[in-house]
């Protein structure tokens, strides 16, 4: 054997013994196949010099060189999109989402910055509106004319300020034409005090439900035992009381009722499942009183306005929240719910002021003590009435 051969032959023996090195890092699977590759060309037939230099083992410790087909395919690998990764974020953002919404229920958020412009909010729970048209399959209905009346019927803010312009029922007549009786009472309540008329209480005369006896069964009794305990009407009382027995209920369109936060303030009881009409308790009166009108009334379409937010008062004369029991024992909110659930009963429209109107929120921008409207409150609370006026019907206003 020459030298020459037996250096080929303990060359083979050490690359048997010594494998090559790989760069783990750096190599990818293939590059290892393009170095295969390139082997078996080197075996399949002669090449040239400069070939069988290209494809001559690294020298030992070396790493191999990398092809470009190998930089490629790991381009492309590290451009392919994850499917799996995001289907596994939007079920995640999902139940994110769920958490949310459980986290923050009834959380009031104001869509708009402006304050000015801004009168309704986003709630996972929507103000409590419920616009219905009159019955049209009530063969009692009047005929149409060209004269719209609507009587107001309440008590605070649709009672401050008769004359004025600012007014809810002088902004609704100069909106839109029509003749507005407004008979509100000052002082007065939803409920009664008591259940039946007594001088330990007289303006229970002026409730909701003995004013409703007024106008449909002509009952002047309870009026007259007020006026014999108050040694005559105050001027305001007055006026309310002869307009509301002047009017021609044969030709009244619409009645609104308007009270407001006054039976929260004096905490009267809002609601009994066993005494639904009973003229005491908050829901039971306004029931009580609709009763009467859809009798002897049913061509009167009627529109409840609720109260708008009011403020608790503690003892020392600070405004709390009215959503909390720490001043007064049962919540505004409890009373609004169970009013609109009373109208959606009775088949009447229920507008939501303490939710879509004056709203906690804002309270501050239209009241002017805490429960009595502002002038911005009054025009809004006009424009809230003219809405549900108009849903079902084309007045030209």
Same mark, same amino acid.
């Given at each position: 054997?020459?030298?020459?051969?037996?250096?080929?032959?303990?060359?083979?023996?050490?690359?048997?013994?010594?494998? !090559?090195?790989?760069? +783990?890092?750096?190599?990818?699977?293939?590059?290892?196949? /393009? !170095?295969?590759?390139?082997? !078996?060309?080197?075996?399949?037939?002669?090449?040239?010099?400069?070939?069988?230099?290209?494809? #001559?083992?690294?020298?030992?410790?070396?790493?191999?060189?990398?092809?470009?087909?190998? %930089?490629?395919? #790991?381009? %492309?690998?590290?451009?392919?999109?994850?499917?799996?990764?995001?289907?596994?974020?939007?079920?995640?953002?999902?139940?994110?989402?769920?958490?949310?919404?459980?986290?923050?229920?009834?959380? #009031?958020?104001?869509?708009?910055?402006?304050?000015?412009?801004?009168?309704?909010?986003?709630?996972?729970?929507?103000?409590?509106?419920?616009?219905?048209?009159?019955?049209?399959? $009530?063969?009692?209905?009047?005929?149409?004319?060209?004269?719209?009346?609507?009587?107001?019927?309440?008590?605070?803010?649709? /009672?401050?300020?008769?004359?004025?312009?600012?007014?809810?029922?002088?902004?609704?007549?100069?909106?839109?034409?029509?003749?507005?009786?407004?008979?509100?009472?000052?002082?007065?309540?939803?409920?009664?005090?008591?259940?039946?008329? %007594?001088?330990?209480? &007289?303006?229970?005369?002026?409730?909701?439900?003995?004013?409703?006896?007024?106008?449909?069964?002509?009952?002047?009794?309870?009026?007259?035992?007020?006026? #014999?305990?108050?040694?005559?009407?105050? !001027?305001?009382?007055?006026?309310?009381? $002869?307009?509301?027995?002047? &009017?021609?209920?044969?030709? +009244?369109?619409?009645?609104?009722?308007?009270?407001?936060?006054?039976?929260?303030?004096?905490?009267?009881?809002?609601?009994?499942?066993? %005494?639904?009409?009973?003229?005491?308790?908050?829901?039971?009166?306004?029931?009580?009183?609709? $009763?009467?009108?859809?009798?002897?009334?049913? @061509?009167?379409?009627? &529109?409840?306005?609720?109260?708008?937010?009011?403020? /608790?008062?503690?003892?020392?004369?600070?405004?709390?929240?009215?959503?909390?029991?720490?001043?007064?024992?049962?919540?505004?909110?409890?009373?609004?719910?169970?009013?609109?659930?009373?109208?959606?009963? @009775? @088949?009447?429209?229920?507008?939501?002021?303490?939710?879509?109107?004056?709203?906690?929120?804002?309270?501050?921008?239209?009241?002017? $003590?805490?429960?009595?409207?502002?002038?911005?409150? @009054?025009?809004?609370?006009?424009?809230?009435?003219?809405?549900?006026?108009?849903?079902?019907?084309?007045?030209?206003?």
């Amino acid at each position: 054997m020459t030298k020459n051969n037996q250096n080929i032959s303990d060359h083979k023996k050490r690359r048997s013994k010594e494998p !090559e090195w790989i760069d +783990l890092e750096e190599s990818t699977l293939d590059e290892l196949e /393009a !170095e295969l590759e390139a082997n !078996e060309e080197a075996h399949a037939g002669p090449v040239s010099k400069k070939q069988s230099a290209s494809h #001559r083992p690294s020298p030992r410790g070396s790493a191999p060189k990398k092809s470009s087909s190998g %930089k490629s395919s #790991r381009k %492309k690998k590290k451009m392919r999109i994850n499917f799996q990764v995001i289907l596994l974020s939007l079920i995640a953002l999902v139940f994110v989402t769920i958490a949310f919404k459980l986290l923050f229920w009834d959380k #009031r958020v104001r869509e708009s910055t402006e304050r000015e412009n801004d009168t309704t909010l986003s709630f996972d729970t929507e103000p409590l509106d419920s616009i219905v048209p009159l019955d049209s399959s $009530d063969t009692s209905q009047k005929e149409k004319d060209g004269d719209l009346r609507i009587l107001f019927l309440g008590n605070g803010s649709l /009672a401050d300020g008769k004359d004025s312009d600012s007014n809810i029922a002088n902004i609704v007549q100069e909106k839109t034409g029509a003749t507005v009786y407004n008979c509100a009472i000052p002082g007065s309540y939803m409920s009664m005090k008591n259940d039946t008329y %007594k001088d330990t209480f &007289i303006y229970d005369a002026f409730s909701f439900y003995n004013l409703c006896t007024i106008f449909t069964i002509d009952n002047t009794k309870t009026i007259s035992w007020a006026e #014999r305990d108050l040694g005559g009407f105050p !001027e305001d009382v007055k006026e309310s009381l $002869d307009l509301l027995q002047s &009017i021609d209920y044969n030709e +009244l369109d619409v009645l609104c009722i308007y009270y407001d936060g006054a039976d929260y303030l004096d905490q009267r009881g809002s609601y009994d499942i066993d %005494k639904e009409s009973d003229p005491t308790l908050y829901c039971g009166a306004l029931s009580a009183g609709l $009763d009467l009108i859809r009798e002897f009334l049913p @061509h009167v379409r009627v &529109i409840v306005m609720s109260p708008t937010y009011a403020y /608790a008062v503690d003892e020392n004369g600070n405004y709390t929240s009215s959503f909390t029991t720490e001043v007064l024992e049962e919540p505004m909110s409890n009373y609004i719910g169970l009013q609109s659930q009373t109208c959606m009963d @009775h @088949h009447v429209t229920f507008v939501d002021n303490f939710y879509g109107s004056v709203y906690e929120e804002i309270a501050d921008d239209y009241l002017k $003590d805490n429960v009595l409207l502002n002038e911005k409150g @009054h025009a809004l609370l006009a424009d809230r009435f003219l809405y549900a006026l108009n849903r079902f019907n084309d007045y030209d206003f």
